[in-house]
């Protein structure tokens, strides 16, 4: 007799709810070190909720491969540097209320989108969706989605256009996402 796993409704509604809090983990820490809170323990926060590694296999590229895995490993640091800062510049003056979920939606991969939308003062609303998945044993953020648009595939295109200007060197690459240029 063949047996298929499949996760009881009650499972998926807790994973879908931690799937949230992990969201609201990372909001919370971005504004503590956005607001000039204890930055090292908010920038590992941060950094350990986004999936390094598929995000920056993705934005590498073919590179990925040819990567040494010091480079590899640069690389997966100053992307998830750069995506704490960013987060933590958007909403260092924003109040509790900006950030509201909308819901969430187990996808055919068994990827979970949380589906949100962030009210930045003085500005209309913009559709921010977490695409978190199971990495390193846990849920993890592997994407974001802003209007649609997967930050991931940007960071991508950009990485592209770095390499492109500095001869292919990931090192220069390195310093260029750490001084804001992703």
Not at 137 to 163: E, F, P
Request: proline fraction near 3%.
């Amino acid at each position: 007799m063949l047996a298929i796993y499949t996760p009881s409704r009650s499972h998926a509604a807790d994973e879908q709810s931690a799937a949230v809090q992990l969201i609201e983990t990372v909001r919370q820490g971005a504004i503590v070190l956005g607001q000039g809170g204890p930055a090292e323990a908010q920038l590992r926060s941060i950094s350990a909720a986004f999936d390094g590694r598929g995000i920056a296999q993705a934005v590498l590229g073919t590179r990925w491969r040819s990567a040494s895995l010091d480079d590899r490993a640069a690389v997966i640091d100053a992307i998830l540097y750069a995506i704490a800062h960013r987060l933590a510049d958007r909403l260092e003056r924003t109040q509790d209320k900006t950030l509201t979920v909308l819901g969430t939606k187990v996808l055919a991969n068994g990827d979970i989108l949380v589906r949100s939308q962030f009210r930045p003062p003085l500005h209309g609303p913009t559709s921010v969706d977490w695409r978190v998945r199971h990495c390193r044993g846990q849920l993890c953020i592997g994407d974001v989605l802003v209007d649609g648009g997967s930050v991931t595939v940007q960071q991508r295109d950009r990485v592209a256009q770095l390499l492109a200007s500095n001869g292919g060197s990931i090192p220069a690459l390195v310093v260029d996402i750490r001084k804001g240029r992703l």
